[in-house]
């Protein structure tokens, strides 16, 4: 059976995902999420351990749900 990759990997891939979606560049949606874009880099490479008050941030600048944001993570 095939390892999965680790979580915070899966997570910024999603993010990385949802961003896209939405026309976010990099850059801008680290300004709308108020974290700094190198922060918001780390997490879509999956290097960073983010806190909850950051994920909640980063689903609101997406105007989705943290349900949907963690869906298929």
């Known amino acids: 059976m095939a390892k999965r990759a680790d979580i915070l990997v899966r997570f910024g891939q999603r993010v990385r995902e ?3 979606e939405q026309g976010y560049s ?8 108020e974290l700094d874009r190198t922060y918001v880099g780390g997490i879509e490479r999956g ?7 950051n994920i ?10 943290l349900a949907k ?3 298929e993570v």
Request: net charge negative; with cysteine; charged share 35%.
């Open 56 to 65: 909640e941030r980063i689903a609101e600048t997406l105007d989705i749900s």
């Open 69 to 71: 944001l963690m869906e």
């Open 18 to 20: 949802l961003r896209k």
């Open 47 to 53: 290097e960073r351990n983010l806190s909850l008050r």
């Open 26 to 33: 990099q850059e801008n949606f680290a300004y709308a999420c």
